[in-house]
């Protein structure tokens, strides 16, 4: 048995995150048993859709809600093999898998986790950072990848708003679609980040959504419109999206971060005729729905982050306990791209 | 100069259409000129979308709105050539345009009209009546299989639920699917409808959507849920529809005659989020833009036309002067199939 600390959902939060409804809880665990192997963690994700599973009840169709006073399991992780019952795994091996928020996990080889985005795999650490695997190489460059080239469909000469884009999807959405050619709009909230994006990235325009009412913001950044949106926001941002999209345009809809807390149901945009009128396309997806795009999605993006053309910051947090404390952060949008926790 | 009369908006309608928000002018039409032809319209058709062009603005990308006090342009419309200045066109020739709403037209050939639907063409009136190149074979044709085949992209094994299921594109769209070997599900406003697509369509599951909570209704309709949706309602039946959605479902968004007579704008699904949750892709289009398919359109649909596979029956208003108390009459839903005024 190896003495492990955990973090457990005491309580649904209700709004904000508040300390109280999570605790960081002492365990032991297990040996591994045949087919098993136990891994030390050593990094774990933060992402804004862990609100959903944060609820009596997750949306229906979507990962399960998180269970009370139990281990979290769906949240992506990488750490060190410490000992291995199952093939093709050997001790000192980083491996990725779905079972975080914990420093020591059992994880059972092959048995699929996060929709087979957090089946236990081995990493090359030597490729990139253990923590690049949460992120950029992992769920996130998944999301932006598949959600920009697959869902919406991304077409020469495309114009692109993405927002939210100084997150971990975000930002990869940004510098994909710019490494490709296509004028890139971004919206963020802060102006550090609005600075990073225009300064460090270089996009075409971008825009602090604070700065005034968002369809003119949108107007005065794509004056001729847009072509796809990538939508991490929902809400007014959609609504704006809806008035901008150029006929025949295309929404990827990755998620709804305004609407992730809210008490009760959130009424949906009230221009959704104008995806008739103009011929759009509003398609939702989960990154985790696209796995078997993975090594595409590598092969596109390991060579631009080795050759310094993709920026990849992270906000990094120090210890376990402290990783409630950055989710509510990064839901406030008090984070600058992909959020981890050092264990 | 040929005397005629035509209808024109006088004022624009506030919720549901008034007798005195129109007007019948007796107007001289101008003799056919080079590259014209004077048609004598027999045949023209009401549609619940004409409702989005009887407002001061109609919603961006779509048909202009109806200028007040003219003579009303893109309604699609059949008759006799009086006089041709246009090759290609003789006297006697029955032909389509979208210089409707009045007894006589002057046509340039050639030019388009209603994205192309509504472009001047020769209609073959022996392989099916006049008025069915405003309906089956023309407009309602072509959105219903473009809508079901192209914008939702009916796959093997889909189950489909059509609202307004005994409206002009509605009954095609259930046939169509039927015919093709799906589970069609249909929900209509009456009686005497629901009557009709279960007895006479012998469509799977049918519903009236006064007869309880939609959802309920719906999930009793279609236990297992619904692959295809194809939306002529918008409101609570598309909110409806993400519910019972299965993961990759789509939704062909044809229309929202809930929401034409609307003063404000209506707010959007509340459950949107479900389009992240199950990967859905809902798919706003509109019929015209699929002219390009109206040869294969024709290829499937007239021949089950010929053959008595494919009922289509019709509302006729008898005389011009009925023509707006039959689009309010077709908006409060008590016409049934294609409603077109015999002029």
Redesign the interface.
């Known amino acids: 048995m190896t003495a492990s600390r955990e973090v457990h959902v005491v309580a649904y939060p209700r709004g904000e995150l508040r300390g109280d409804d999570f605790a960081v809880v002492e365990v032991e665990v297990p040996e591994a048993r045949d087919g098993e192997v136990l891994v030390r963690n050593e990094w774990t994700s933060i992402d804004a859709a862990l609100r959903l599973r944060l609820r009596e009840r ?5 990962f399960a809600a998180f269970p009370l006073h139990a281990a979290l399991d769906g949240i992506a992780t990488t750490g060190v093999v410490v000992e291995s019952r199952a093939d093709g795994f050997a001790p000192g091996d980083w491996v990725a898998h779905a079972a975080g928020w914990r420093e020591y996990a059992v994880v059972e080889a092959g048995r699929e986790a996060l929709g087979g985005v957090g089946t236990l795999r081995r990493i090359d650490v030597e490729a990139a950072s253990p923590q690049a695997y949460l992120g950029v190489l992992g769920g996130s460059g998944l999301t932006a990848y598949a959600g920009l080239v697959h869902v919406a469909g991304l077409r020469e000469g495309d114009v692109v708003w993405v927002s939210a884009a100084a997150g971990s999807v975000g930002l990869i959405v940004a510098q994909l679609a710019k490494l490709r050619g296509h004028r890139v709009v971004a919206s963020a909230g802060s102006p550090d980040k609005i600075a990073y994006l225009r300064d460090e990235l270089g996009l075409d325009a971008v825009f602090d959504y604070h700065g005034g009412p968002l369809p003119e913001l949108l107007a005065e950044a794509a004056p001729e419109g847009i072509d796809v949106y990538f939508d991490n926001v ?1 809400g007014d941002h ?1 609504a704006a999206a809806l ?1 901008a999209l150029r ?1 025949w345009g295309r929404v990827a ?4 971060i305004s ?1 992730y807390g809210a008490d009760a ?22 990154g985790s ?1 696209y796995v078997d795009r993975r090594d595409e999605m590598e092969s596109v993006l390991a060579p631009w982050l080795r050759d310094g053309k993709l920026a990849y910051p992270e906000t990094v947090v120090a210890g376990l306990e402290h990783a409630p404390d950055a989710l509510a952060r990064l839901l406030r949008g008090d984070t600058f791209g992909k959020t981890v926790v050092r264990i």
Do not use: H, I, W
């Not at 997750?58 to 979507?62: L, M, S, T």
């Not at 149901?265 to 008739?276: E, I, K, S, T, Y």
């Open positions: 997750a949306p229906a169709g979507y929902g959609l008035a006929p809809m990755c998620g709804a609407e149901p959130v009424p949906g945009p009230d221009n959704l005729f104008l995806a008739v009128a103009k011929n759009l396309t509003l398609r939702g997806f989960r729905s």
